[in-house]
């Protein structure tokens, strides 16, 4: 059974940094493409960053270009976000995503219980 277990949340202020980790088990993680979305208060799922099961290709939202980083580690079955700069706006709950086949969709693949990021003025 694919586990995610997201980790290094916490509360950080406007400008500051944080690093989030995400570790997978339960089949070969390097074979599948893996993602972050987050739930703001009061606000629907967003996506916020995708990687290729290889680590070649990323994808960002709009929001978070230039501040986020995604990257992967398959040999410690892990994912991570790096978010600088945070903006109070980028308070919420951060999920680590996966795809139940390797081409499929994230939104309907595997999820993590969810970390919170709250980001102080």
């Known amino acids: 059974q694919v586990q995610l277990e997201e980790s290094g949340g916490g509360l950080v202020q406007a400008g500051g940094s944080v690093r989030l980790s995400c570790a997978a088990s339960?089949?070969?993680?390097?074979?599948?493409?893996m993602g972050w979305f987050r739930r703001a208060p009061g606000k629907e799922r967003e996506f916020v960053a995708q990687?290729?099961?290889?680590?070649?290709?990323?994808w960002y939202a709009e929001f978070v270009k230039g501040r986020f980083t995604i990257s992967r580690d398959n040999a410690k079955n892990t994912v991570f976000l790096q978010m600088n700069s945070l903006k109070p706006e980028d308070t919420a709950v951060y999920y680590c995503?996966?795809?139940?086949?390797?081409?499929?969709?994230?939104?309907?693949?595997?999820w993590g219980q969810g970390t919170q990021v709250t980001v102080s003025s």
């Open positions: 339960g089949r070969t993680f390097s074979s599948y493409p």
């Open positions: 990687i290729t099961s290889d680590g070649g290709s990323t």
């Open positions: 995503a996966t795809s139940r086949t390797s081409g499929g969709s994230l939104l309907s693949g595997y």
